[in-house]
């Protein structure tokens, strides 16, 4: 692990020279200006990780600027043309800020889905991948709630990568906020991976449970006439089968899974699931990334039909680190149920 790691910064360390030899060379500015301030720009992602607050919304955009200026670097070794270089950090900083932009456009994806044996007509809403953290602006989770509750849902469904910051304060500031959710049966949730990286688990629930939002964590619990079961992630190896968790439940009633990622949809189909909900993906967030997620999940996004089952992937609701979306969308998941 450690050799990959080194291997990682080193490769990471090359790439950031060549972007900034060629960044130094259109500039033609101070080398001792220049270096240092270029250095520490490079830095900024993992410095921001380490606890330099000032520096992590910048490493971030770093993140992005990095991913598509390794190219341009890369295309410099061959095509030498300086105005061709220069168009191509023009359409960097225009689609970064753009990206920057659409990534608050919070849409609503509608689906029309039928369930068999369902007693009534449900309204299901659905989040997931909020990754509410100290870098998400201020009403942020204020905005989502007033969003969520415009939809007069029976049913909400967060569904894992709620909370994604150290600093557990950040969430506890938010329980009041949370609880002004609106739903007739209530808030169902499960964890995200990124909930076990924060480090404070256990206040992490405790803030959920006051919020009234009931976090199933390998549970199922019956309401509104059908099954809701909700699994640990995905990446916590000792999770129960699903075989195990539907022992007992009623076959005449339909069971909707919540599961953070979309992942063993073959266990789901064969253990009789009619809907799974999941995220995780952000569909890559920002582009080509979508090309590797689709590779990834046999569903990394959208809408899949497997036999008995169906499994709708949310994009998510926010953004992973950079704020950033390109040919991507936030959204909320809007799902009506009907006989």
Aim: aromatic share 12%.
């Amino acid at each position: 692990m450690r050799h990959w790691l080194a291997l990682i910064i080193l490769f990471y360390t090359f790439l950031n020279f060549l972007i900034g030899r060629q960044i130094y060379g259109l500039l033609k500015v101070n080398k001792f200006v220049f270096w240092p301030v270029f250095i520490i720009l490079a830095a900024s992602p993992m410095l921001g990780r380490f606890g330099v607050k000032a520096l992590g919304l910048i490493g971030n955009f770093w993140i992005v600027f990095f991913y598509y200026a390794a190219f341009v670097a890369v295309l410099g070794l061959i095509v030498k043309h300086k105005p061709v270089i220069i168009g191509c950090y023009v359409i960097i900083f225009l689609a970064i800020l753009y990206g920057y932009g659409h990534a608050k456009d919070i849409q609503i994806a509608h689906y029309d889905l039928k369930l068999p044996r369902v007693a009534q007509e449900l309204h299901i809403v659905m989040l997931a991948d909020i990754h509410l953290d100290q870098d998400k602006d201020k009403g942020y989770v204020a905005k989502m709630v007033r969003q969520i509750n415009a939809l007069n849902p029976d049913l909400v469904f967060l569904v894992g990568d709620i909370f994604d910051d150290r600093d557990v304060n950040l969430l506890y500031q938010e329980k009041e906020t949370f609880k002004q959710i609106k739903s007739q049966y209530g808030v169902y949730g499960v964890l995200g991976n990124h909930e076990y990286y924060t480090g404070h688990l256990d206040e992490i629930l405790k803030i959920f449970k006051e919020a009234n939002i009931r976090i199933l964590r390998d549970e199922v619990t019956e309401t509104a006439g059908l099954y809701i079961v909700g699994r640990e992630d995905a990446s916590r190896r000792q999770r129960k089968p699903l075989t195990d968790l539907l022992k007992g439940v009623d076959r005449a009633k339909p069971i909707i899974l919540l599961d953070h990622q979309p992942v063993a949809l073959n266990e789901a189909e064969q253990a009789g699931v009619n809907l799974q909900l999941s995220g995780h993906t952000h569909r890559g967030q920002f582009f080509p990334n979508q090309l590797i997620t689709h590779r990834i999940y046999e569903d990394d996004y959208g809408y899949l039909s497997k036999g008995g089952l169906q499994v709708i992937v949310s994009s998510g609701y926010g953004t992973w680190g950079p704020p950033v979306r390109i040919g991507t969308q936030s959204e909320i998941v809007d799902i009506k149920i009907n006989r």
